[in-house]
């Protein structure tokens, strides 16, 4: 089955720098990678997705980069503010069926 | 719209009591997923239900755990003989598979807590 890691497990930023968070993949035939974010008390709620006939995906501070050949995506956000903090996970599957695999999530802190 | 919503928000069981978990989906979404979540931990998978199709029930812990999903929409999820290690967050669910990708929806979860 599929296995997803995700580095790093926790990061720390300063207000304003940019923070990045890798996932790598193992089964070539996912073709779908949201990422979710989780505040505390609350479920994940997707921000961006990205599906594997494109590279790269923006949405205003956050961008997410797909090397299919490598097996390895990731999640950029520009102008870090305290309310990005949060846990983040990203997830691989197949885009019209079956369960996602999460990766173990990355606790993002922004410093004021 | 409304969102996902499960109950009770949070349990507080004693070892070896059964409990059940709820939760309702969006309407219209075919799939829908449960998840456990202990403190600090990722997304542990247990039970996918898609459609009329059989669910997948291959992150289901031990023959404690079962789920039922009536009618396509509500589904429930069911811990006999709950253990201490039972205790996190149970979370839920949906989607609508449109063949381009499969959001998921998440409901804000029912905190287990068995002592």
């Known amino acids: 089955g599929e296995n997803v890691e995700q580095h790093p497990s926790t990061l720390s930023v300063q207000e304003g720098d940019s923070a990045v968070i890798k996932c790598t993949y193992s089964?070539?035939?996912?073709?779908?990678f949201p990422w979710y974010k989780q505040e505390l008390g609350k479920g994940p709620q997707l921000i961006i997705d990205?599906?594997?006939?494109?590279g790269e995906k923006k949405d205003q501070r956050i961008a997410v980069t797909l090397n299919k050949t490598a097996k390895h995506f990731s999640l950029h956000i520009t102008e870090t503010q305290p309310e990005d903090s949060a846990v983040y996970f990203c997830?691989?599957?197949?885009?019209?069926?079956?369960?996602?695999?999460f990766g173990d999530g990355t606790t993002l802190t922004v410093k004021p | 719209g409304a969102g996902v919503s499960q109950s009770p928000s949070n349990k507080v069981t004693e070892k070896g009591k059964d409990v059940e978990l709820r939760c309702d989906p969006i309407s219209g979404h075919t799939a829908l997923y449960w998840y456990r979540q202990s403190l600090g931990q990722g997304l542990e998978f247990l039970i996918y239900?898609?459609?009329?199709?059989?669910?997948?029930k291959s992150g289901l812990p031990s023959d404690r755990f079962s789920a039922e999903r009536t009618g396509g929409s509500v589904s429930t999820l069911t811990i006999q003989r709950t253990q201490q290690e039972d205790s996190a967050v149970y979370l839920c669910a949906s989607s609508i598979h449109t063949g381009t990708g499969n959001e998921q929806y998440f409901g804000p979860g029912t905190r287990l807590t068995v002592t």
């Open positions: 089964d070539s035939a996912s073709n779908y």
């Open positions: 990205i599906r594997s006939n494109v």
């Open positions: 239900f898609q459609g009329n199709s059989a669910p997948d």
């Open positions: 997830a691989a599957s197949l885009a019209n069926a079956g369960k996602s695999t």
